[in-house]
């Protein structure tokens, strides 16, 4: 059987309107991935210069968790250049492994994840928020020192051929929610809020069947 692979690319230069659609893009149960690239400035004794990895999500097998159906998370392995000035410098990889495994609440428009070494289920995202909404769940890291994120606004983008709903969350390091596909901050990365000198995480391409 011949297969269609549909590679997604979400970066800045998507093509977003600000009008938004009525049909809802569930979050993938299979066959999809997620790449993205960390960016950040290494200290060298004497020059600061550029460290990147680059991180690639999968979905894994079904598995049955107090009576509901969930879905694993993989990442594999993590690549990671490391510049001239870094210790230690040059190109090298990390293993990865199991990361969670998540269950879809359709009717609510709503993705729950149980985190690798962890029993309890916690909000991974929802695809329901209003503007003005506070960020809660698993990618939250609010706190009475960290100011909440909220929903600055909605729009669509325009993911191949059809336009999906995104809400934007963060102006500091410009992270977004896109229906069905996740945070373009990585997808399991917590929202940094008003930290500073975080990495800067990219969505490179979502792929789906």
Same mark, same amino acid.
């Given at each position: 059987?011949?297969?269609?692979?549909?590679? =997604?690319?979400?970066?800045?230069?998507? /093509?977003?309107?600000?009008?938004?659609?009525?049909?809802?893009?569930?979050?993938?149960?299979?066959? $999809?991935?997620?790449?993205?690239?960390?960016?950040?400035?290494?200290?060298?004794?004497?020059?600061? &210069?550029?460290?990147?990895?680059?991180?690639?999500?999968?979905? *894994?097998?079904?598995?049955?968790?107090? +009576?509901?159906?969930?879905?694993?998370?993989?990442?594999?392995?993590?690549?990671?250049?490391?510049?001239?000035?870094?210790?230690?410098?040059?190109?090298?990889?990390?293993?990865?492994? @199991?990361?969670? $495994?998540?269950?879809?609440?359709? $009717?609510?428009?709503?993705?729950?994840?149980?985190?690798?070494? &962890?029993?309890?289920?916690?909000?991974?995202?929802?695809?329901?928020?209003?503007?003005?909404?506070?960020?809660?769940?698993?990618?939250?890291?609010?706190?009475?020192?960290?100011?909440?994120?909220?929903?600055?606004?909605?729009?669509?983008?325009?993911? *191949?051929?059809?336009?999906?709903?995104?809400?934007?969350?963060? +102006? $500091? @390091?410009?992270?977004?929610? /896109?229906?069905?596909?996740?945070?373009?901050?990585? =997808?399991? &990365?917590?929202?940094?809020?008003?930290?500073?000198?975080?990495?800067?995480?990219? =969505?490179?391409?979502?792929?789906?069947?």
């Amino acid at each position: 059987m011949k297969k269609l692979l549909l590679a =997604l690319i979400i970066c800045c230069h998507s /093509i977003s309107l600000h009008s938004q659609t009525s049909v809802y893009h569930p979050f993938p149960d299979s066959s $999809a991935s997620w790449n993205f690239t960390h960016s950040n400035i290494c200290w060298g004794v004497f020059f600061t &210069d550029q460290i990147s990895m680059q991180v690639s999500y999968y979905i *894994g097998m079904d598995t049955l968790i107090n +009576s509901s159906i969930y879905h694993s998370l993989h990442l594999p392995i993590y690549n990671i250049y490391a510049g001239p000035n870094c210790w230690p410098p040059g190109n090298y990889t990390l293993p990865g492994g @199991y990361m969670g $495994a998540f269950r879809n609440d359709h $009717a609510n428009k709503k993705v729950y994840i149980i985190p690798e070494s &962890d029993s309890i289920e916690q909000l991974l995202y929802d695809f329901d928020m209003q503007v003005g909404d506070t960020l809660v769940g698993y990618l939250s890291v609010c706190s009475p020192t960290s100011m909440c994120d909220t929903v600055i606004s909605i729009d669509s983008v325009l993911v *191949g051929s059809t336009y999906r709903k995104r809400w934007y969350i963060n +102006s $500091a @390091y410009h992270v977004y929610f /896109i229906e069905g596909i996740g945070s373009t901050y990585g =997808l399991l &990365d917590f929202v940094p809020t008003n930290m500073v000198d975080l990495s800067d995480i990219v =969505l490179d391409c979502f792929s789906q069947n």
